[in-house]
């Protein structure tokens, strides 16, 4: 661990600026072939943020990349649940810092009802805006995630949903098409049966994997556990996954996040016959 916090020190220290680190930072994550790796120094770059982010509290990018590693270690690296809900509480706060020295009134929004929400960006904010209010909304969805028991997290599935529309309907391949993911996540919560509306759910998985050319390996995979499992569609599951396992993972911003998305599909699709029987 000692050699994985000198080269996060090195990277502070190093070539390049203090104002560039947060984009080389989460470009080498993202860019990464081994989960272990981004595992074992995920740690030191996140007391490393925290560090950058009390020396300077306003900077909105050192906020939004702690966001967002907070994010991602809650989502994937988290050891227990208590530890992910601690840090998606923290890449939540961080994100929440970002957005409102960005603009207090977007501060304001956010915490008001969902159809004031939707009203509001689509009145007064515009494609200038797209990147601090997807911030936003993936700190925000990570924390439901995290905190799936809790139903006041749940009610505001809404906000985040209105959130990651506006987002697509600026660009709807913005982020590797991950904004296409999310909002396949969001609308696979629930069967048909109780008002669910999964068919919603598959067209934006399969945009997402259209508009990344097939390389958004994880799109793949969350149609599969989201869809295909809700809808009881084994064969559809299974060829997902094995798309996913012998596929190519190396892809520019998505090669962490395939790799991980193939050892999600190995232990899934060894689970297929039990939970399709």
Same mark, same amino acid.
């Given at each position: 661990m000692k050699s994985i916090t000198v080269l996060a020190l090195s990277l502070l220290l190093g070539a390049c600026s203090v104002t560039q680190l947060p984009d080389n930072l989460s470009r080498a994550m993202l860019n990464q072939d081994?989960?272990?790796?981004?595992?074992?120094?995920?740690?030191?770059y996140l007391l490393m943020l925290d560090a950058l982010i009390l020396t300077y509290p306003e900077n909105e990018r050192f906020l939004l990349a702690g966001a967002q590693l907070y994010g991602a270690y809650a989502g994937v690296f988290a050891q227990d649940e208590v530890q992910a809900q601690s840090m998606a509480d923290k890449a939540l706060e961080y994100a929440r810092r970002a957005l409102c020295e960005y603009d207090s009134d977007a501060c304001d929004l956010v915490d008001g009802p969902a159809?004031?929400?939707?009203?509001?960006? /689509?009145?007064?904010? &515009?494609?200038d805006d797209v990147d601090i209010f997807y911030a936003y909304g993936a700190a925000w969805?990570?924390?439901?995630? /995290?905190?799936?028991? &809790?139903?006041?997290a749940i009610a505001q599935v809404s906000k985040v949903k209105n959130l990651m529309e506006w987002v697509e309907s600026y660009d709807e391949g913005y982020d590797n098409?991950?904004?296409q993911v999310y909002l396949g996540v969001l609308t696979t919560q629930l069967p048909p049966s109780v008002g669910g509306k999964p068919e919603i759910g598959k067209a934006h998985f399969e945009k997402a994997i259209a508009l990344s050319d097939g390389k958004h390996l994880m799109a793949k995979v969350l149609y599969a556990k989201q869809y295909a499992r809700l809808m009881f569609e084994q064969e559809l599951h299974d060829d997902l996954l094995q798309q996913v396992i012998d596929a190519d993972p190396y892809a520019e911003g998505l090669t962490l996040i395939n790799r991980l998305a193939q050892r999600q599909a190995d232990r899934l699709l060894a689970e297929s016959t039990d939970y399709f029987e």
């Open positions: 081994d989960p272990e790796v981004v595992a074992d120094g995920a740690p030191a159809d004031e929400l939707k009203r509001g960006l /689509a009145m007064n904010y &515009d494609e969805a990570g924390w439901i995630q /995290a905190n799936t028991s &809790d139903w006041n098409a991950t904004v």
